[in-house]
């Protein structure tokens, strides 16, 4: 028979009823695995989605004002171009400042002008000088002339002597003479006719050039106004001049008209750029209005604003 130790059942192991892997020693009194597990996994749960689910509205709210302002501004600036081209599709009150000092294209383009237009018609009055002489000349030949052959053809109408023959010989030269002057009496009063229709339109051609507005700029600094045609109704001598601060708005009074020039110029449109015809106007106002792009005459463009 076989001996077996009390507690201990036919294997050698722990007492009846006891179960758990051979080889391992059962848990120590008071230990509670179960629980220990649970409370270590609730330690090391992550705090982010609970920070991001809370911040989640606030982000929705942003992006809808930041939509809502994008929009307004795209609407304020449609609005603002409909309104800009509207304006000045109507209106016929601008008018564009324009700063000359002695060194501006401009100024130096009909300085230049000018002078070569003096120029020209120095040569042609001296060209002038110089065939009206040539006609005197001709004059006081023929008269010569004719006295002389007045003189001598009694003389000399049957030549005897060889003094005589000589004086003959003067009077057929005297007559060849005479021919050959009056011959070039024709051509010469043609040219000077011709030549005295190039000094008149020469003449004109200077006084125009004269009273171009850029030569007013030649030895000081001056500041003008381009004034289109279809504007210049508008503009009298002490209209009052307007600039803005914001476009078509903010606008305040900055100087005024203090002369209407004469001869035509062009410039460009402040709004489209087109090359528009039209006169210059001395204007008065402070430096700072003087470099704007546009000012206004007569009231603001906007009335109220």
Same mark, same amino acid.
């Given at each position: 028979m076989e001996a077996r130790l009390p507690g201990t059942n036919g294997n050698g192991s722990g007492p009846s009823g006891s179960s758990g892997p051979s080889g391992s020693a059962p848990p120590g009194p008071g230990v509670n695995p179960g629980p220990a597990i649970a409370v270590a996994g609730s330690s090391h749960q992550p705090h982010a989605p609970r920070f991001w689910t809370a911040l989640q509205p606030t982000i929705v709210k942003l992006y809808k004002v930041a939509g809502l302002i994008a929009l307004t501004a795209i609407l304020v600036g449609l609005i603002s171009f409909l309104v800009v081209n509207v304006f000045y599709f109507f209106d016929h009150s601008w008018v564009r400042p324009v700063v000359l000092s002695p060194t501006h294209q401009r100024v130096v383009e009909a300085s230049n002008l000018l002078a070569d237009a003096k120029l020209r018609q120095a040569? =042609?009055?001296t *060209?002038? =000088? *110089? &065939?009206?002489?040539?006609l005197a000349e001709i004059g006081r030949? !023929?008269?010569? $002339?004719?006295?002389? &052959?007045?003189? @001598?053809? /009694?003389? /000399?109408?049957?030549?005897k002597t060889p003094e005589e023959w000589l004086v003959r010989r003067e009077l057929e030269q005297a007559k060849l003479e005479r021919a050959n002057a009056e011959g070039k009496r024709a051509p010469l009063g043609q040219r000077l006719e011709s030549l005295k229709l190039r000094v008149d339109d020469q003449d004109r051609v200077v006084n125009r050039l004269a009273q171009s507005p850029y030569l007013k700029a030649i030895d000081a600094r001056v500041v003008f106004a381009f004034v289109p045609y279809q504007n210049l109704k508008n503009v009298s001598v002490g209209t009052k001049l307007y600039g803005c601060s914001w476009g078509l708005v903010a606008c305040h009074t900055v100087g005024k008209i203090t002369a209407v020039l004469d001869g035509e110029v062009?410039? /460009?449109?402040?709004?489209d750029q087109s090359v528009q015809r039209g006169v @210059? !106007?001395? &204007? $008065?106002v402070s430096p700072s209005a003087a470099g704007e792009t546009v000012l206004f005459a007569g009231s603001k463009p906007l009335w109220l604003f």
């Open positions: 040569n =042609l009055a *060209e002038k =000088l *110089e &065939i009206d002489e040539q030949t !023929v008269t010569a $002339d004719d006295r002389f &052959i007045a003189e @001598m053809s /009694v003389q /000399v109408d049957a030549p062009s410039d /460009v449109h402040p709004h @210059m !106007v001395e &204007i $008065d």
